[in-house]
């Protein structure tokens, strides 16, 4: 099957500070690619989609300014959190879309765990 | 609206059967999907359906009524490797949409 890159798999820094997580599709493009978060014992939550070359979409209630997308390439999106917060301690997931009329499947990345101190 | 419903959480025995239901009720239908998630860890794909009829994978089966806007996961000889959530998925619309996801079943193996 596809595979979906993350990194860094953990990453803990101090509140205020930013941090990037690229995600990348090792074997196959993706035009599309979504961010997601899930927090302890919950299910996944659709931050934004991710569109190479253009600007992503956010679902409602998330801070687009807060949390930047950037698809530079058809196998690379990155998400930068901006002024980090202890609240934004989280799993932060990736997924990429193999398309196709037989297959049409959505592949995770390993994730990238935050922590905000 | 889009409503995904699943259980919470099952517990089975090692060595038994187990079956995890998914409703759906979504604008469009344009294919489920079955996915895997180990506490601490991304989901991993396990199955996708977008005709009725029940798709065979192993241990692993997945089937699809889409009249009756219902799904089920079928887990056979259970190990208890097969502890995890497991998510129901509903793409609602064709093209580069995102998923909607069900909350999740947890399943404890038990011995």
């Known amino acids: 099957g596809a595979v979906v890159s993350q990194h860094p798999s953990w990453v803990i820094c101090k509140s205020g500070t930013s941090v990037k997580i690229e995600c990348r599709s090792l074997?196959?493009?993706?035009?599309?690619m979504f961010w997601y978060r899930q927090f302890p014992k919950q299910s996944l939550m659709l931050m934004a989609t991710s569109n190479e070359g253009s600007k992503a979409t956010y679902e409602q209630g998330v801070e687009k300014d807060k949390f930047l997308i950037n698809h530079a390439s058809l196998t690379l999106s990155t998400l930068t959190v901006t002024s980090a917060h202890p609240e934004d301690s989280s799993f932060y997931i990736c997924s990429a879309r193999e398309g196709g009329p037989s297959t049409d499947t959505q592949y995770f990345g390993p994730g990238t765990r935050l922590t905000v101190l | 609206g889009q409503n995904i419903d699943q259980p919470t959480e099952m517990t089975a025995t090692e060595g038994a059967i187990v079956q995890i239901n998914c409703t759906y009720q979504?604008?469009?239908?344009?294919?489920l999907f079955w996915y895997q998630q180990h506490a601490g860890e991304a989901p991993t794909f396990l199955s996708y359906n977008v005709l009725d009829g029940l798709e065979e994978k192993g241990r692993f089966s997945s089937f699809l009524s889409r009249s009756k806007g219902y799904s089920y996961l079928l887990l056979k000889e259970l190990q208890m490797k097969d502890s995890a959530s497991y998510l129901c998925a509903v793409r609602d619309l064709s093209g580069n949409t995102p998923l909607v996801f069900g909350k999740g079943t947890r399943l404890s193996v038990i011995a």
């Open positions: 074997d196959f493009q993706a035009t599309t």
């Open positions: 979504t604008s469009g239908f344009n294919g």
